[in-house]
């Protein structure tokens, strides 16, 4: 059996070994809508503050907490966009911290993180509407994306005008290439100039509605597909 403590080491050893640094400017291609308070919930501190130093970004206010006595009371005094919990906790039944959560933080997300997955507790996840069920030991950056997916999906932070724009022209580049169109074919396709598109796919250039309408049609995908994609790539 894998002590808890013994995660957040599995973690680091399986990125390379090193410890977590925050990159500089993680926050730079977003921009949140106000203050975001997060809430770590696991009985192993090694894992909260591991967990809190991926998650330490620009406009992101965490707790830890790893003392399950003291769960109901925390939740009912402090307001929460998101929680991720461990799904065992001594002490602790999983529907019963969804109890809670959906009687103190009803605006609240969560994220289950899991060492020993199982149908039950997926299950349980599930019912108490987990927005994402994570096994340890996960990728950093994969567990940054998921949280970062979920805040965008509940309106808190949203991409910068600058990162949408580069997100944009990669998605309609890799599109145009993946067809095999060179950027001179696509100029034929949407009647939009050979320089135009050049500067939208490198994300130096806004394109009206009516532009991406065009593109879309000429590379075969609907207009929201494109912006579904970005999502994705999050």
């Not at 330490?56 to 830890?64: P, W």
């Not at 769960?71 to 019963?96: C, F, R, S, T």
């Not at 990669?170 to 001179?184: G, M, P, S, W």
């Not at 598109?197 to 806004?206: A, P, T, Y």
């Amino acid at each position: 059996m894998i002590l808890a403590s013994e995660h957040a080491q599995q973690i680091l050893q399986r990125n390379n070994c090193q410890p977590y640094s925050q990159p500089e400017n993680a926050m730079s291609q977003f921009q949140s809508a106000g203050e975001i308070r997060l809430l770590i919930l696991d009985d192993d501190p090694q894992t909260c503050q591991l967990i809190k130093s991926i998650l330490n970004s620009e406009g992101f206010q965490i707790d830890v907490l790893s003392d399950p006595a003291m769960a109901e009371e925390w939740l009912k005094n402090q307001n929460y966009h998101l929680i991720v919990m461990d799904v065992v906790i001594p002490g602790l039944e999983l529907e019963q911290m969804f109890e809670w959560i959906h009687l103190h933080q009803p605006d609240s997300s969560v994220i289950v993180v899991t060492a020993y997955p199982s149908i039950e507790s997926a299950t349980s996840s599930l019912r108490g509407r987990a927005y994402d069920y994570l096994t340890k030991p996960f990728q950093i950056e994969q567990l940054r994306k998921i949280v970062m997916r979920c805040l965008e999906t509940k309106g808190m932070i949203r991409m910068t005008e600058d990162a949408l724009k580069e997100a944009l022209g990669a998605v309609i580049r890799n599109r145009r290439k993946f067809l095999k169109l060179t950027l001179q074919q696509l100029s034929q396709r949407t009647g939009v100039s050979l320089g135009y598109l050049s500067q939208i796919e490198l994300g130096k250039n806004s394109a009206s509605i009516e532009t991406l309408y065009r593109i879309s049609m000429a590379l075969g995908v609907k207009l929201a597909d494109l912006f579904n994609s970005i999502q994705k790539n999050i």
